[in-house]
């Protein structure tokens, strides 16, 4: 079993930040951490992760296909990390937002993955449909709603947590589908 030590935080945070430890498995970098600055930031969550003993390996779901496991390529790592800093950063809810000005969901998700695709309905023709939301790997993309109709998309972090540009009353940030369970995801190659 391998363990997180202090350096290696240090360089996964100095690397992606926060996406990078909730990739890793730990449970100890928030989507919600406020700091001045990104230094800052990254020496609370460099504090807070080595008080912490976290395993690197996360075993908490097990992939059932060959297609799911493509999301741990570096573009969906890329966009659960460009997905988390915009929920870091105090951006706002926006409807039919698309940029730092304001996000709704589709606009986060286009955002994060650099997509053309603008709407969810248009994001959802952009993979296979795997219905076990359970086992989404971090960087699946999340919907609600049929498949013809999809209301709500937004993009998992695995374990069961997902980041999104959820409402109005809630904001960008990290959900949990205990609340809210999405209908399918998909990946993208």
Request: hydrophobic share 35%.
């Amino acid at each position: 079993m391998n363990i997180i030590n202090t350096t290696t935080v240090k360089v996964l945070i100095g690397t992606l930040g926060a996406a990078a430890m909730l990739l890793a498995g730990t449970q100890t970098a928030s989507a919600h951490m406020t700091a001045t600055t990104p230094q800052a930031q990254a020496t609370q969550t460099t504090q807070t992760a080595a008080n912490t003993t976290t395993t690197a390996t996360n075993t908490s779901y097990n992939h059932t296909n060959s297609q799911a496991t493509t999301a741990t390529t570096s573009n969906a790592s890329g966009a659960v990390a460009k997905a988390l800093s915009v929920a870091n950063s105090g951006v706002p809810y926006v409807y039919g937002g698309s940029s730092l000005s304001g996000f709704d969901c589709s606009g986060l998700v286009q955002y994060a993955f650099g997509l053309n695709a603008r709407t969810t309905y248009q994001q959802t023709n952009l993979g296979t449909h795997h219905y076990d939301v359970a086992n989404a790997p971090a960087g699946a993309i999340l919907f609600w709603g049929s498949e013809s109709a999809p209301y709500h998309d937004g993009i998992s972090l695995g374990n069961g947590q997902y980041v999104a540009a959820q409402n109005e009353n809630d904001g960008i940030g990290v959900f949990s589908q205990t609340y809210w369970a999405p209908s399918y995801y998909i990946t993208l190659n």
